[in-house]
Each structure stands twice: as C-alpha cells, then as structure tokens.
C-alpha cells in the first residue's frame, strides 16, 4: 500500500510514539508484501505426521517463530483451498495473531474462556493446546459471527467447546471467579489490519480509537469478574496506539491492584514477518482481594454453579447413568447414539461431560473438573454449539452429525473410505456428491482424505451418499 494511503493523523501519531527514525521505517513496512500464516491442528495431526512433508511442499512452509505450530506459506499456494483445510488440519490465521494464545499457555484440563471468539483463530488454537480436555467456553457477540466461530470449531474437531453468544455481561453475571484462563481479544481499531485489509484505513480515525478504548475498558470489567484468583489474563488487540494496549492495561493496573502484569508483548511490521498485535498477560492475585471484599458486589454465584462432581472418566456406557439422571427423552437418544456408535464408531470415548438433548438434537456437553456446567446456567443465553454436536434422533433412529465425523478419527470408525487429496473423488464428495464405491461397502462411512475425515457417508449398492451439509460443500 502507498504511504499516502494512510490518514494523516494516523501517520503522526506513529511517527511521535516510535520517533523520526523507526517511524520511517515502520511506515515502510507498508509497502512490503503481508505475511500469510497457517497453524497445525494438533488436535489432528503434528509437525511429524507424512501429510506434513505434503504440506511444506505443497504450500512453501517457514516456521513462525512465536509459534510451535504456525506457519507461513505462500499466498500462490492456497491453502484455504486445499481439501486438507476442509478437513480441519489447519486454520488460516495471520502470523502475529498467534502470538496471543502462546503467551497465554492453555493446559489441558483448565476451563477457559475466549471472550472475544470469532471467526475462531484464538479458540481453534487454546483447544488444541486443551488436547481436548477441560471446558473452553468461545463466546462472540454477534450472531452471524458466532455462527461462523461454531464452524470453525466443527471443522477443528473439536469436543471440549460450548459456542455461546452473549454480550460479555450476559457471561459474568453467570460465571463469576469461573476461569483459570480467559483470552481477550478485544474489538480494536485494527491498525495492524491496514495492509491486510485496506477498508480498515478508511474506518480510522482518532475518535474510533477513543471508542474502541472505551468499548476494551468496557469488557475488560467484566473479564475480570470472570477470572479465578490465581486465573491468567491474555489481553490482546491487533492495533498499536498506546491508548488501547498499554494505556488500557495501566489503567486495569490501577483500577484493580490485585491484577499484575506477568508481560508485554508487540509484533511490530518493520521488525518481525507479521502484521502486529499487541499482547498483555496478566494473573489475577490470590485471594487477598476477595477478603477485602474488593471484587464486584453485583456478581453473585448461581446457585448450583461448581458442582463437585468427580467426572468420572470412562467409555460411553459409563456415562448412560449420567443421562439416567436427567430426562427419559435424553436416555432414550443417548441410548440410540449408543447402539449406533457400537455399530459404526466403536472406538469413540467422550471427553469427560454428560449427554443433553435439544429437540431432536443430542450433544455431549463437556465439563473440566473446575466447571460443571448445567444447562439451566446457559437459560437465556443463545448457545450456538452446547458443546459437541453427536446427531439427531430421528423416529427412533440415530443419524450422526457432521460434527461428530470432523471429531473422529479413522481408527475410531468401522468403516473408512479414504481418498487422495488431488483426487476427482476428493473435489466430487466436497461439492456434495454420491461416490461410487463397492458392492461390499455398507452402513455409515467416516469419508478421509489422507487418513483424516471430511465427513460421513452412508453406504448401500455400490454408492456412498453423501452426507456432508448443504452449507458445507465447495467447489475446489
Ligand atoms: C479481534 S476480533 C476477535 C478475533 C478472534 N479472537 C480470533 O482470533 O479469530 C474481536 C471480536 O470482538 C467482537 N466484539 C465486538 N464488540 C464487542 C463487545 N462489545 N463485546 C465483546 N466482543 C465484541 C467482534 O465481533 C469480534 O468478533
């Protein structure tokens, strides 16, 4: 982009907070070509796994050094147009931007929240640092956005992840002290999107940077309340002005003083292959502020919240008693998901959590050994995914969700159908085909395509007919 393309203001501004010198040079950087990134889903597949020469060649890799799993490729290469992306093995996500959820060190178990979600590059990254274990809330405020962070999550495979959509009071009023970890990628005036996207340039201006600070502090109240004692903090926005990143966090230092700040981070464009961003990790103190009785008086447990439940671990007949416990109509499907599983996906083991049946739907909802969550916390609340989506129930009959294909494997399915990548086959089931296949063939098929699902079919007289969803199927 031209160095005139950017408002003047705009220009001054980074020119009196990194001086003449740097100032220049950051200015430069914005006629250089953007960094393209993609990071691994460890979920499925690691640095070490075959596909993965496939990949480096494929798509030109260079490790991202912030990021064990993130890579840069080459835009010619496409990735996102790759039959591998439709099967979930790596989110497109701009370099620095991965930069947040590294500093922020997820582990499996902890429940978690990203409070700021969609489209999902922060959420798809703590749950494979989760390796599926533990509860990750991923919230968005908008409707249309939090669809497409439910996607995201779907194409990741991931089980262990509620999608809600709720204004981020609509979440601390219902999960108070709640989190060991909560992610807050805030909505922010973008300026490290200029060269990404130049419709940001346009939007800016000094007073959008005001409003986008007053909107940051805002949240940040209600992140807070949410935070366990003890509980990290990742605060992050893909701007530079001092005002949104560490004016706002030295005002969240004086405002509450048992937060303290572990570390700062920036990527900057002159200095490092990336397009910026900003990152703060901060720990909530002990319990000291809660003696004082410094934390919010508007924020009171819901009665019934924590509940101290063991979770026991175990295979899906030793979580039937669990759906005992609740309705007969959520029994009833969780044993039809039971007898179809026996039959087609015997190697599926939930994560730790308990079968909930919405309607017609059935879902198995996670929960971490910090948090219990029941349905009736979630009332009133839109809930976009109530974690992992297994099937419907349909007179009578199971019939498996797609959601539960993404978050299989190969070897947890009876039968596989596994394709080339560059195959027509590949390109024919992903624009939502029938594929021919053996007489020999029958029942439910986890479809892969190196090994990895892309979704289900059903098998009878020679033909697979396709099961992936109408909204789901592209052209290559
Ligand atoms: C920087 S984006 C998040 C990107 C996401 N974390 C990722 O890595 O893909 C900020 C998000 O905040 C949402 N947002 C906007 N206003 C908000 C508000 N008042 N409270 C909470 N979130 C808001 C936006 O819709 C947007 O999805």
Same mark, same amino acid.
């Given at each position: 982009m031209e160095q005139q393309a950017l408002p003047a203001d705009y220009v001054k501004n980074m020119t009196n907070l990194l001086g003449a010198e740097e100032g220049e040079q950051f200015l430069k950087s914005y006629g250089k070509p953007r960094a393209y990134g993609l990071r691994l889903n460890t979920l499925k597949m690691?640095?070490? #796994? *075959?596909?993965m020469e496939v990949m480096k060649n494929q798509f030109h890799l260079r490790e991202v050094?912030? %990021?064990?799993?993130g890579f840069y490729y080459e835009e #010619? #290469?496409?990735?996102?147009?790759? *039959?591998y992306h439709a099967a979930g093995l790596y989110y497109i996500q701009?370099?620095?931007?991965?930069s947040a959820v590294e500093l922020l060190a997820p582990e499996p178990g902890e429940t978690i929240l990203?409070? &700021?979600?969609?489209?999902g590059g922060k959420t798809t990254q703590i749950a494979a640092r989760m390796k599926g274990e533990g509860l990750l809330i991923a919230n968005e405020i908008h409707p249309q956005r939090a669809k497409i962070l439910a996607e995201n999550v779907e194409r990741w495979g991931i089980r262990n992840t509620v999608v809600t959509q709720s204004a981020p009071e609509g979440l601390s009023s219902r999960f108070?002290?709640?989190?060991?970890r909560i992610m807050l990628d805030a909505p922010c005036?973008?300026?490290?999107m200029f060269r990404k996207d130049p419709e940001a340039v346009k939007e800016w201006s000094e007073r959008s940077v005001e409003a986008c600070a007053a909107r940051q502090w805002d949240i940040i109240h209600d992140a807070i309340k949410m935070l366990k004692p003890g509980g990290r903090l990742a605060y992050s926005t %893909?701007?530079?002005?001092?005002?949104?990143n560490e004016e706002t966090i030295a005002r969240l230092l004086e405002t509450y003083p048992f937060m303290e700040l572990i570390t700062e981070k920036r990527i900057w464009p002159h200095k490092q292959e990336g397009e910026g961003h900003y990152v703060a990790l901060l720990q909530r103190g002990g319990t000291a502020e809660e003696k004082l009785g410094i934390?919010? &008086?508007?924020v009171k447990p819901i009665?019934?919240?924590?509940? &101290?439940?063991?979770?026991a671990k175990g295979g899906r007949k030793a979580k039937a008693g669990k759906a005992a416990g609740s309705s007969k109509e959520t029994l009833a499907a969780w044993q039809a998901f039971q007898t179809w599983a026996d039959e087609d996906l015997p190697g599926y083991i939930p994560a730790d959590g308990s079968p909930e049946l919405f309607g017609e739907a059935l879902y198995w909802l996670p929960r971490s050994s910090g948090l219990s969550l029941q349905m009736s916390q979630l009332s009133g609340l839109k809930v976009?995914?109530?974690?992992?989506?297994?099937g419907e129930l349909r007179k009578g009959r199971f019939q498996p969700s797609h959601a539960l294909a993404m978050a299989s494997s190969a070897k947890e399915a009876a039968r596989t159908w596994d394709l080339e990548p560059t195959s027509p086959e590949a390109a024919a089931y992903l624009r939502g085909e029938t594929l021919p296949v053996p007489d020999s063939l029958k029942g439910w098929t986890l479809v892969t395509v190196s090994g990895y699902p892309l979704g289900f079919g059903k098998a009878s007289g020679g033909q697979l007919k396709n099961h992936l969803p109408k909204g789901l199927r592209i052209q290559l």
């Open positions: 690691t640095p070490s #796994s *075959p596909v050094p912030w %990021c064990q799993n #010619s #290469s496409r990735p996102g147009k790759h *039959p701009e370099p620095s931007a991965m990203d409070l &700021a979600g969609a489209p108070p002290l709640t989190f060991d005036s973008g300026e490290g %893909c701007t530079f002005n001092r005002q949104e934390i919010g &008086a508007d009665r019934g919240r924590l509940q &101290a439940e063991s979770g976009p995914r109530a974690g992992l989506h297994l």
